[in-house]
């Protein structure tokens, strides 16, 4: 008992008035009613710089069912009831507000909420804490500060500035596109807008034909002047004094000269390319080549893009061994000495098919015709008649001997495109043509101008032809390069409707834009090996066998350094000459 009472005299000492009648008496039922106690504390709106503030009612419960309230908490008891006050109007304070009593709330913050002392604060607010009266002095004094400082106009003046800022933007960004579109008005030329100077009458000009990339060749026979004429003319001479020469002495025969592969493969190890070998010809790139039979001098044609025509003496070891002619306005793409007279070089291009006579000097025209041209090849061992394709798809015959420059016979083949022609070499009135993907062996003697029917057809391509050529001893087999990568051997020998594949090999034929295309041509000296161009790495020539084999590539890494389209081989010595894109020749020679 005695330790009971001490207890309950330290609480009574230590419990502060405010409080003591929730604390003093530790039963368990008090304890019990002290818990469903609420304190409730009421803050009265307060009148601050003319607004009210809202009512706050703050509730809370403190204590449990287990023991008094946490410490640090002050617990005042709830006020007993009373009569409301009257209401008044929203602008006046409440009859017991601080306000309206004259008391500012500027009560003294360190006061510890006891009812002793003269300056405690009306009535209503006695039963608040110290820390709640400190609060609403806070709440007041801050109130008041913000009051002086007009924050309130100051944000209605900066939301109107920004308001306007913004309506400002969207007008300005609805206006750009019209700004855009002004911009996008360029000052042009009347020159390049094609429009004649306002008030000033343009004068009447004649006609004039299209502008062309090479300087057009008048019709009819050209003399045989080189294009700097104004040069040495001795040494043009010389040279064409050396064509006529060498064109006087007969040929050997080539029918003897086939020899077995082995002994073959030799021969084209034996040949070579040196600098001496090398030499710029003509301007442009190299579009068709012919070498002359003579077994004395080498003798070499190359045609150019633009219609260039160069003769090189290759055994002439001087640097002014070649002379440049123009006897053409386009692509010289085919090209041939005459087989019965090699002082005559056939030439043609896409407006004309010329002879070039060493005897009288000049170039003389066989063929004209308004539609393009692509290739022809002899139809007789004298040279007098000949075969012509066209670039539009026809074929037609052309006879030199009758005079003008018409063809004696225009045939539709039935072809989208001719790229080449060539004569059977045994069965003169057979000749093959090659176009868009269609390659087809025909009877000159049954052409007609239209309704014409192949003898044969060579099926297999899948897109253009480039080139499709006989074998020229027998012609029992036909090479042709075809744009999807395969060169196709074909059996000839019996011309059946129908002639399949002997054998298919796989060759880079995409030569682009800048390089000639390729062309796979017959060694005469082998009836069985022919020569093609090559994409590969070193650049090089390449030789195959009718089979598919690779026999041989020519190739030198210090001499020959771009691809070689078009090519030539001599007809009875182990002479190979190459032209690549830029107008020079290399000759491969033992």
Same mark, same amino acid.
């Given at each position: 008992m005695?330790? $009971?009472?001490? $207890? /309950?005299?330290?609480?009574?000492?230590?419990?502060?008035? +405010?409080?003591?009648?929730?604390?003093?008496?530790?039963?368990? @039922?008090?304890?019990?009613?002290?818990?469903? $106690?609420?304190?409730?504390? %009421?803050?009265?709106? %307060?009148?601050?710089?003319?607004?009210?503030?809202?009512?706050?009612? %703050? %509730?809370? *419960?403190?204590? +449990?069912?287990?023991?008094?309230? #946490? !410490?640090?908490?002050?617990?005042?008891?709830?006020?007993?009831?009373?009569?409301?006050?009257?209401?008044? #109007?929203?602008?006046?304070?409440? *009859?017991?507000?601080?306000? +309206?009593?004259?008391? !500012?709330?500027?009560?003294?913050?360190?006061? @510890?909420?006891? @009812?002793?002392?003269? !300056?405690?604060?009306? @009535?209503?607010?006695?039963?608040?804490?110290?820390?709640?009266?400190?609060?609403?002095?806070?709440?007041?004094?801050?109130?008041?500060?913000?009051?002086?400082?007009?924050?309130?106009?100051?944000?209605?003046?900066?939301?109107?500035?920004?308001?306007?800022?913004?309506?400002?933007?969207?007008?300005?960004?609805?206006?750009?596109?019209?700004?855009?579109?002004?911009?996008?008005?360029?000052?042009?030329?009347?020159?390049?807008? $094609? /429009?004649?100077?306002? +008030? /000033?009458?343009?004068?009447?000009?004649? *006609?004039?034909?299209?502008?062309?990339?090479? #300087?057009? /060749?008048?019709?009819?026979?050209l003399p045989m002047i080189p294009e700097d004429q104004m040069e040495n003319s001795k040494l043009t001479e010389e040279l064409l004094t050396t064509w006529m020469r060498i064109s006087e002495m007969k040929a050997n025969d080539t029918e003897e000269q086939t020899c077995d592969v082995k002994r073959y493969q030799g021969s084209l190890n034996s040949m070579g390319l040196s600098e001496d070998n090398i030499k710029k010809v003509v301007k442009y790139r190299v579009c068709s080549m012919a070498i002359h039979p003579s077994d004395s001098i080498i003798f070499v044609a190359a045609g150019d893009k633009s219609g260039q025509i160069g003769l090189w003496n290759v055994s002439c070891k001087s640097e002014e061994g070649a002379c440049v002619f123009i006897p053409h306005s386009s692509s010289v793409t085919c090209m041939h000495f005459s087989p019965c007279n090699p002082a005559h070089l056939l030439s043609l291009s896409m407006e004309s098919l010329r002879c070039g006579d060493v005897t009288k000097a000049v170039f003389d025209e066989v063929c004209r015709s308004e539609e393009n041209l692509s290739s022809f090849d002899f139809l007789e061992e004298n040279g007098s008649t000949a075969v012509v394709g066209y670039w539009d798809g026809s074929v037609a015959v052309v006879d030199r001997r009758t005079p003008g420059t018409s063809s004696e016979l225009s045939a539709d083949i039935g072809f989208k495109r001719t790229r080449t022609v060539h004569v059977h070499p045994v069965n003169k009135q057979y000749f093959i043509a090659a176009g868009s993907a269609d390659v087809c062996i025909y009877d000159v003697r049954y052409l007609k101008s239209k309704g014409n029917k192949p003898v044969s057809s060579l099926k297999g391509h899948t897109k253009s032809v480039a080139s499709a050529y006989f074998s020229p001893v027998t012609g029992n087999r036909v090479v042709t390069v075809c744009a999807d990568d395969n060169l196709r051997v074909y059996d000839t020998t019996s011309l059946s409707p129908t002639i399949t594949v002997l054998s298919t090999i796989r060759h880079n034929c995409n030569t682009g834009r800048w390089l000639t295309r390729f062309r796979a041509i017959w060694d005469p000296k082998q009836e069985d090996c022919f020569v093609v161009g090559s994409m590969a790495r070193p650049r090089q020539i390449q030789v195959f066998q009718d089979t598919g084999k690779l026999l041989h590539s020519f190739y030198n890494m210090d001499c020959l350094s771009s691809v070689c389209s078009i090519n030539v081989v001599h007809p009875t010595k182990n002479i190979l000459v190459g032209g690549n894109s830029s107008g020079r020749l290399h000759v491969f020679k033992e």
């Open positions: 005695g330790g $009971r009472g001490s $207890r /309950v005299r330290e609480e009574k000492e230590s419990t502060p008035p +405010g409080t003591a009648a929730l604390r003093l008496s530790p039963g368990k @039922d008090e304890r019990r009613a002290v818990a469903t $106690r609420q304190l409730r504390v %009421l803050l009265t709106p %307060l009148a601050v710089a003319g607004r009210r503030l809202p009512q706050k009612r %703050l %509730l809370g *419960a403190y204590g +449990g069912a287990e023991g008094p309230a #946490p !410490d640090g908490k002050r617990l005042c008891p709830e006020p007993s009831p009373r009569k409301p006050a009257p209401a008044s #109007p929203p602008a006046t304070p409440p *009859a017991g507000s601080p306000v +309206g009593n004259g008391w !500012d709330g500027a009560w003294d913050a360190e006061s @510890d909420g006891s @009812d002793a002392g003269t !300056d405690a604060p009306p @009535d209503g607010y006695s039963q608040l804490s110290a820390y709640e009266r400190k609060r609403l002095k806070n709440i007041t004094e801050n109130a008041k500060f913000f009051a002086a400082l007009k924050l309130h106009e100051s944000a209605a003046r900066l939301h109107q500035i920004a308001t306007k800022s913004q309506s400002h933007a969207t007008k300005s960004s609805r206006a750009k596109p019209k700004k855009a579109e002004d911009e996008t008005v360029r000052r042009r030329s009347m020159r390049l807008q $094609r /429009v004649e100077p306002s +008030g /000033v009458p343009m004068p009447e000009m004649p *006609a004039q034909p299209e502008a062309e990339e090479y #300087p057009r /060749v008048p019709a009819g026979p």
